[in-house]
């Protein structure tokens, strides 16, 4: 089986957790013996090529001539949508003109603009395009277009089925954590570090910077490690904690989108907050297991992955009741609303004078390991080029009591 797996265009310039998904499953099912390649061509090379992956319903105007590409090569197609509804956070959240036009626009309008503004650097006639184009209709079509889905969580399902009213076939194919932060292998750690490059070279990340990570005597304070951007809400979090005076730690990376929110943060932190770049994964490790509490109370989270891995380092998870974290946290996690800072809060002050720490290292070990997600993910592969629909489900099967089956 050959795969070929499709870049957005923007993935050198803006990390993501979409790429780092995308990674993990390109290097893990190279492992189970499936050729695999990635490319960010606009009309990549298909000669070959059994079926592409496709990520991030978000990007869907950027990948649309690449998808209508593989209709007419008569390559069949998944997607990984990523999705969640962004109406709350574009009303409540969104700082800026682009907040205060999303209070008085309507849904699909929002869309647009999002788009638009998104498009607009690199190429000034697509974004045009995109304030012209319904956004919403666009994304249903584009969603239509596949030969199936690969999501995150049941979760994500339900938001789609309240996207569209027809999916295609779906697999719920759960995220894996990164065996760093769970496992003594060394060797798994070198593996999942690895990165596939559209030239066909396999860039592998030395095991220098896994090793040596100097852990530190005692546990103190609150971490969040996010990207700063106004959906993961790290001003809110500061906000929300302030009352209790305790150490409160930023970690990562500035999105090119809000390139003056980092500065923000910094303008409301007092003393007990420390704002730091994004980290080497031994650093991120150090971090995870010097937190009491680890924070993530963004406006949603397809998986909240970094809940997952201070977790496995002992750290106790607040995420926010939003997106597919109770997926992947059920009753191991607190859970705060991302637009009450006293509900984060009072998550926060239940996790800390909590008898014991969940044991969420358990559950990853057992259920949300990447090879386990790239052994499901290749199944569902197999299901939709073997046209086996009923492997997954579609929207008209699926249960009202939310009992759904997943690729495994």
């Known amino acids: 089986m050959r795969i070929l797996m499709h870049l957005r265009p923007d993935w050198e310039s803006l990390h993501g957790g979409d790429l780092v998904q995308l990674q993990r499953w390109a290097v893990w099912l190279q492992e189970l013996g499936l050729d695999v390649e990635v490319s960010d061509a606009p009309q990549p090379d298909l000669r070959g090529v059994d079926l592409v992956h496709f990520h991030n319903l978000g990007r869907a105007f950027a990948h649309w001539d690449v998808l209508k590409h593989c209709r007419r090569a008569g390559v069949p197609a998944v997607l990984t949508p990523l999705y969640w509804p962004t109406d709350e956070y574009e009303r409540l959240g969104r700082p800026g003109w682009q907040g205060l036009a999303s209070r008085f626009l309507p849904a699909g309008w929002r869309e647009r603009l999002k788009?638009?503004?998104?498009?607009?650097?690199?190429d000034r006639q697509a974004a045009w395009r995109a304030l012209r184009t319904?956004?919403?209709?666009?994304?249903?079509?584009?969603?239509?277009?596949?030969?199936?889905?690969?999501?995150?969580?049941?979760?994500e399902v339900e938001a789609l089925q309240e996207l569209t009213a027809k999916l295609p076939p779906t697999f719920i194919v759960h995220s894996g954590v990164d065996a760093f932060y769970w496992s003594?292998?060394?060797?798994?750690?070198a593996l999942e570090g690895d990165w596939l490059l559209p030239n066909g070279q396999r860039r592998r990340t030395p095991l220098s910077e896994f090793e040596d990570v100097s852990l530190p005597p005692q546990r103190e304070g609150v971490l969040c490690v996010a990207r700063f951007d106004p959906q993961k809400a790290q001003h809110r979090l500061i906000q929300a904690l302030r009352p209790l005076n305790l150490p409160l730690t930023l970690a990562g990376a500035d999105n090119p989108n809000y390139p003056t929110y980092r500065a923000y943060c910094q303008r409301l932190a007092g003393p007990q907050v420390r704002i730091l770049p994004r980290v080497s994964p031994r650093e991120l490790k150090a971090l995870f297991h010097g937190c009491q509490v680890h924070v993530l109370a963004s406006w949603y989270e397809t998986t909240g992955l970094t809940a997952l891995e201070a977790g496995c380092c002992g750290a106790r998870s607040v995420v926010a009741a939003r997106g597919g974290t109770r997926d992947y946290a059920e009753r191991l996690a607190w859970y705060a609303h991302p637009r009450e800072p006293v509900s984060v809060r009072r998550a926060v002050e239940r996790a800390l004078a909590a008898p014991t720490t969940p044991d969420l290292l358990s559950r990853v070990r057992q259920r949300f390991t990447?090879?386990?997600?790239?052994?499901?993910?290749?199944?569902?592969?197999?299901?939709?080029?073997?046209?086996?629909?009923?492997?997954?489900?579609?929207?008209?099967?699926?249960?009202?009591?939310?009992?759904?089956?997943?690729a495994s």
């Open 370 to 406: 990447w090879e386990l997600s790239a052994i499901k993910l290749a199944r569902a592969y197999r299901a939709v080029l073997e046209g086996r629909p009923s492997a997954g489900f579609t929207s008209s099967a699926a249960s009202p009591s939310g009992s759904f089956p997943s």
């Open 115 to 122: 788009t638009a503004v998104r498009l607009a650097p690199r």
């Open 184 to 189: 003594p292998d060394r060797s798994l750690w």
């Open 134 to 155: 319904d956004a919403l209709q666009r994304i249903r079509a584009f969603v239509s277009r596949f030969d199936g889905l690969v999501v995150n969580s049941l979760a």
